[in-house]
């Protein structure tokens, strides 16, 4: 690379980092501040929705009250004297004062509600609430001063003055028609201006007349005007009984308009919360915490529980259940080949078949005939699937030879290779299973021993017993070795250990010697008990080394129960 490209490609680097670094500087404060509003928002919302909540239940609960009074109040006052109505007029106004220093600013309400202070903004509410009653109870107040100010029979009074209207009216229209004929006919000329100087000189008896006319014509105007005075009071009086009523019945309205403030604060507060990314994150979590906490606590003690129910009442009733034997068979028993080890020289002679997992197998002779067999035994394939002994290696010899055969899987397992005479029946679990060598043409006899008949048989979970009959070769692993014990007159081991027993021997369980070890999974809950004229094989380290722990060991114990259950 040239000096220029190597500059360039330096420039550019840099100019490409100075960008990002500007670009982080624009972007990152507005950020911070944006997540620093957004979680003062999450940190005060909750509690102004949980106090606003509050306060709206306690609002529900004082309008209910409070309703009935009011509507008591009202039907009180409006059977009261006029003396009573003064004075409660006289009252409100310092009651509302009184209640106006309740209220709190909005500011203050908002940090009321943020510090949780439901009294505070119950008290709010409750003071405005007050006050539009108190308002309200002023109105019905002064409606009812206005109707007390013509008082009696209404509609009786209007009558009568309605007759003094048109009683009045006529009158009015008659001194009116006098007064403009005596005008027409004797104000006339200087005798008029001397009737007016002097009207007690004769010859102005006309001129008195029209005097009285007018006198007449103005009182029947005046009549006429106070009676639709009267008109208009008796009207104003029953608009302030009306007035009064409809003043009566809103105290419902009242409270319900307070109450719609308060739950409309508290939808507009649940969009603020659901607006917060925060929020919207916590509250899904918080409202299913207590459940999950629940699960966990179940899923913890559950197994514990569930272990020291086993331990003091299933296994002691198993434990005293008569052992039982499997197959009726004296005297004939496995033979060990010698002792385990990570590989085996397998013996296979003319006329003899190996079948071994693949992974399992070394080395073999070229003049091997290799064929693939898919199941160990078609008889049981659901249990040849459940043992992994599918997909197994078959060897055939031309001569007697050797096939180098070594454990799998387990760094710590062995093999060793068990001899089963005719007539010789082994039960094995077939996980511990890694190959067998059998005649051509005489496979090895693979059967089944149900035993649900037997409580003991339900309580330890093992239904299903698998037996392989002779002769043939069974090449077994276990971890740290495979052991052969002789049972004689009595020998126990812990059955996580077991890997199979002569079929001939009394079979029987007893419970493990401590129960803190059978807690904390160190060891299973049963020790199987053998008896009789035969072995029994056993790994020294049970199932490759896994603990079950004091919660078990979740789905894969499960499993492994149930593959007991059937005898794998």
Same mark, same amino acid.
């Given at each position: 690379?040239?000096?220029?490209?190597?500059?360039?490609?330096?420039?550019?680097?840099?100019?490409?980092?100075?960008?990002?670094?500007?670009?982080?500087?624009?972007?990152?404060?507005?950020?911070?501040?944006?997540?620093?509003?957004?979680?003062?928002?999450?940190?005060?919302?909750?509690?102004?929705?949980? &106090?606003?909540?509050?306060?709206?239940?306690?609002?529900?609960?004082?309008?209910?009250?409070?309703?009935?009074?009011?509507?008591?109040?009202?039907?009180?006052?409006?059977?009261?004297?006029?003396?009573?109505?003064?004075?409660?007029?006289?009252?409100?106004?310092?009651?509302?004062?009184?209640?106006?220093?309740?209220?709190?600013?909005?500011?203050?309400?908002?940090? &009321?509600?943020?510090?949780?202070?439901?009294?505070?903004?119950?008290?709010?509410?409750?003071?405005?609430?007050?006050?539009?009653?108190?308002?309200?109870?002023?109105?019905?107040?002064?409606?009812?001063?206005?109707?007390?100010?013509?008082?009696?029979?209404?509609?009786?009074?209007?009558?009568?003055?309605?007759?003094?209207?048109?009683?009045?009216?006529?009158?009015?229209?008659?001194?009116? +028609?006098?007064?403009?004929?005596?005008?027409?006919?004797?104000?006339?000329?200087?005798?008029?201006?001397?009737?007016?100087?002097?009207?007690?000189?004769?010859?102005?008896?006309?001129?008195?007349?029209?005097?009285?006319?007018?006198?007449?014509? +103005?009182?029947?105007?005046?009549?006429?005007?106070?009676?639709?005075?009267?008109?208009?009071?008796?009207?104003? &009086?029953?608009?302030?009984?009306?007035?009064?009523?409809?003043?009566?019945?809103?105290?419902?309205?009242?409270?319900?308009?307070?109450?719609?403030?308060?739950?409309?604060?508290?939808?507009?507060?649940?969009?603020?919360?659901?607006?917060?990314?925060?929020?919207?994150?916590?509250?899904?979590?918080?409202?299913?915490?207590?459940?999950?906490?629940?699960?966990?606590?179940?899923?913890?003690?559950? =197994?514990?529980?569930?272990?020291?129910?086993?331990?003091?009442?299933?296994?002691?009733?198993?434990?005293?259940?008569?052992?039982?034997?499997?197959?009726?068979?004296?005297?004939?028993?496995?033979?060990?080949?010698?002792?385990?080890?990570?590989?085996?020289?397998?013996?296979?002679?003319?006329?003899?078949?190996?079948?071994?997992?693949?992974?399992?197998?070394?080395?073999?002779?070229?003049?091997?005939?290799?064929?693939?067999?898919?199941?160990?035994?078609?008889?049981? !394939?659901?249990?040849?699937?459940?043992?992994?002994?599918?997909?197994?290696?078959?060897?055939?010899?031309?001569?007697?030879?050797?096939?180098?055969?070594?454990?799998?899987?387990? =760094?710590?397992?062995?093999?060793?290779?068990?001899?089963?005479?005719?007539?010789?029946?082994?039960?094995?679990?077939?996980?511990?299973?890694?190959?067998?060598?059998? =005649?051509?043409?005489? !496979?090895?006899?693979?059967?089944?021993?149900?035993?649900?008949?037997?409580?003991?048989?339900?309580?330890?979970?093992?239904?299903?017993?698998?037996?392989?009959?002779?002769?043939?070769?069974?090449?077994?692993?276990?971890?740290?070795?495979?052991?052969?014990?002789?049972?004689?007159?009595?020998?126990?081991?812990?059955?996580?250990?077991?890997?199979?027993? +002569?079929?001939?021997?009394?079979?029987?369980?007893?419970?493990?010697?401590?129960?803190?070890?059978?807690?904390?999974?160190?060891?299973?809950?049963?020790? +199987?008990?053998?008896?009789?004229?035969?072995?029994?094989?056993?790994?020294?380290?049970?199932?490759?080394?896994?603990?079950?722990?004091?919660?078990?060991?979740?789905?894969?114990?499960?499993?492994?129960?149930?593959?007991?259950?059937?005898?794998?």
């Amino acid at each position: 690379m040239s000096f220029g490209a190597a500059l360039l490609r330096w420039i550019g680097r840099h100019l490409l980092s100075l960008a990002l670094i500007v670009a982080a500087l624009l972007i990152l404060p507005p950020a911070v501040r944006w997540i620093g509003a957004q979680a003062e928002t999450a940190r005060a919302l909750p509690k102004q929705q949980e &106090a606003q909540a509050e306060a709206l239940e306690r609002f529900e609960a004082y309008a209910a009250q409070r309703r009935a009074m009011a509507e008591a109040e009202t039907q009180r006052l409006m059977a009261a004297p006029v003396q009573v109505l003064e004075a409660r007029r006289a009252a409100i106004p310092p009651e509302i004062a009184r209640e106006q220093q309740a209220r709190l600013s909005a500011a203050g309400l908002a940090l &009321a509600g943020a510090s949780g202070n439901a009294d505070a903004v119950f008290g709010h509410y409750r003071a405005g609430a007050e006050i539009a009653l108190l308002e309200r109870e002023r109105r019905v107040v002064d409606a009812l001063l206005s109707a007390s100010a013509a008082s009696g029979d209404r509609a009786r009074q209007r009558r009568v003055e309605m007759a003094r209207v048109e009683a009045s009216y006529r009158a009015w229209v008659q001194a009116r +028609d006098r007064v403009a004929a005596l005008n027409g006919r004797f104000l006339a000329g200087a005798r008029n201006a001397v009737c007016r100087a002097t009207p007690v000189a004769g010859g102005c008896e006309n001129y008195r007349a029209l005097l009285e006319a007018e006198r007449q014509r +103005d009182e029947a105007l005046a009549q006429n005007k106070a009676a639709h005075s009267a008109i208009r009071a008796i009207d104003a &009086a029953d608009k302030a009984a009306a007035a009064a009523e409809v003043a009566a019945g809103g105290a419902g309205a009242v409270l319900a308009g307070e109450q719609a403030r308060i739950a409309g604060e508290l939808e507009t507060l649940r969009g603020r919360a659901g607006a917060n990314w925060l929020l919207w994150v916590q509250q899904p979590v918080r409202e299913v915490l207590p459940t999950a906490l629940l699960i966990l606590l179940v899923a913890i003690l559950a =197994p514990a529980l569930w272990k020291t129910f086993f331990y003091f009442v299933v296994a002691p009733a198993a434990s005293r259940r008569a052992p039982i034997q499997l197959v009726a068979v004296d005297g004939l028993s496995v033979v060990e080949r010698g002792r385990s080890s990570v590989s085996q020289q397998v013996p296979v002679g003319p006329g003899e078949e190996l079948l071994v997992l693949p992974e399992a197998l070394q080395s073999s002779p070229h003049h091997a005939q290799k064929r693939t067999k898919w199941l160990l035994n078609w008889s049981i !394939p659901l249990s040849s699937l459940a043992a992994g002994m599918v997909g197994l290696v078959r060897l055939r010899m031309a001569r007697a030879d050797t096939v180098s055969v070594f454990a799998m899987g387990d =760094p710590f397992a062995e093999i060793a290779i068990v001899e089963l005479p005719p007539g010789a029946a082994l039960v094995l679990r077939p996980r511990a299973l890694v190959g067998l060598v059998q =005649p051509v043409g005489q !496979p090895a006899r693979l059967t089944r021993r149900w035993r649900l008949g037997h409580l003991s048989a339900w309580l330890t979970l093992q239904l299903r017993f698998l037996v392989f009959h002779g002769p043939c070769l069974l090449i077994v692993q276990g971890t740290r070795g495979v052991r052969v014990g002789r049972a004689g007159d009595g020998r126990g081991t812990n059955q996580a250990n077991t890997l199979g027993f +002569d079929a001939g021997l009394h079979y029987g369980v007893s419970r493990s010697e401590a129960f803190g070890p059978y807690l904390t999974g160190r060891q299973e809950l049963f020790n +199987d008990s053998f008896q009789g004229r035969g072995h029994y094989l056993y790994e020294e380290l049970p199932m490759g080394g896994r603990k079950g722990g004091l919660w078990g060991r979740g789905l894969r114990g499960v499993g492994d129960a149930v593959l007991k259950l059937f005898g794998l």
